[in-house]
């Protein structure tokens, strides 16, 4: 099997939305960790979850943004190198 092109934007697509996935997945353990560590330090709950829940929030649809745009440049110039190279192959086996 050989790779001739990529879809841009299908490819952009697919990691933005992971990288949104994991950006929430992340920020969720970071809240729950920096609560924890917060409250152990003597800190309230407005000042340990208030900037947590603010990029809760924001940060996902940021974060996919930033990479639908990074990863569709990518996929151009990875067009290009294997437009100039013949091609990527890949061994599978069933």
Same mark, same amino acid.
């Given at each position: 099997?050989r790779i001739q092109k990529v879809n841009p934007v299908g490819w952009a697509n697919v990691?933005?939305?992971?990288?949104?996935?994991?950006? +929430?997945?992340?920020?969720?353990?970071?809240? &729950?960790? %920096? /609560?924890? !560590?917060?409250?152990? +330090?003597?800190?309230?709950?407005?000042?340990? &979850?208030? %900037? /947590?829940? !603010?990029?809760?929030?924001?940060?996902?649809?940021?974060?996919?943004v930033i990479t639908w745009i990074f990863t569709a440049l990518f996929a151009l110039i990875?067009?290009?190198?294997?437009?100039?190279?013949?091609?990527?192959?890949?061994?599978?086996?069933?």
């Open positions: 099997m990691s933005a939305l992971a990288t949104a996935i994991m950006y +929430l997945i992340l920020m969720l353990l970071g809240m &729950l960790l %920096g /609560g924890v !560590v917060g409250g152990m +330090l003597g800190g309230g709950a407005e000042q340990i &979850l208030g %900037g /947590g829940i !603010v990029m809760l929030i924001i940060g996902p649809p940021i974060a996919g990875f067009n290009l190198a294997l437009k100039w190279s013949g091609g990527l192959q890949i061994d599978t086996s069933e």
